[in-house]
T-cell receptor
């Protein structure tokens, strides 16, 4: 297993455009997390899934953000009508059943111009 | 309000010395606390987990303590090496499987 994979690694977009990121977790990990990280800060919780169910979503997440995990395997995070304030590193992590350890991907760096 | 505080100033130490990083929290009652390491441009990597009923945990040169009365965890790296230079993140179990991270402390180990 090669670990958590995120694509793309970098995304540059213009303000107002929609972007979609993909996360492939470690196989058989049933939980999947999305975080946002800005320079000098720790990862900020966005949402998490247990299998295909989205169990919690941060209040900080506006209605422009949506995440899916349709078959309980890979997940996508979409940001609609991007704003400059959305520029950040978006991290995905997965966890095995009944363990609280998270395995992170390398992240997708988003730059909104 | 709920807060997790790590020293925002970088910690500079000499190779061979023990590095001690602090994590304080308020208005949480975490069932566990974790420490992660993050290198520039990479995702965090899990190091240690300590549960609320544990006082101390060790792994090789790493040691973590957890004081639920003081609401504090200390993370120690003994015999530090330049390769230990990184940002170290404290993370709390915030209910269910949700985890909340601190802002991290940068550690620089000089040869």
């Amino acid at each position: 297993d090669t670990g958590v994979s995120q694509n793309p690694r970098h995304k540059i977009t213009k303000r107002g455009q929609n972007v979609t990121f993909r996360c492939d977790p470690i196989s058989e990990h049933n939980r999947l997390y999305w975080y946002r990280q800005t320079l000098g800060q720790g990862p900020e919780f966005l949402t998490y899934f247990q299998n295909e169910a989205q169990l919690e979503k941060s209040r900080l997440l506006s209605d422009r953000f949506s995440a899916e995990r349709p078959k309980g395997s890979f997940s996508t995070l979409e940001i609609q009508r991007t704003e400059q304030g959305d520029s950040a590193m978006y991290l995905c992590a997965s966890s095995p059943k009944d363990k609280n350890i998270q395995y992170f991907g390398a992240g997708t760096r988003l730059s909104v111009l | 309000s709920q807060k997790i505080e790590q020293n925002s100033e970088a910690l500079n130490i000499q190779e061979g010395k023990t590095a001690t990083l602090t994590c304080n929290y308020t208005n949480y009652s975490p069932a566990y606390l974790q420490w992660y390491r993050q290198d520039p441009g990479r995702g965090p990597v899990f190091l240690l987990l300590i549960r609320e009923n544990e006082k101390e945990k060790r792994k090789e040169r790493l040691k973590v303590t957890f004081d639920t009365t003081l609401k504090q965890s200390l993370f120690h790296i003994t015999a530090s090496q330049p390769a230990d230079s990184a940002t170290y993140l404290c993370a709390l179990g915030a209910g269910g499987f949700k985890t909340i991270f601190g802002a991290g402390t940068r550690l620089f180990v000089k040869a």
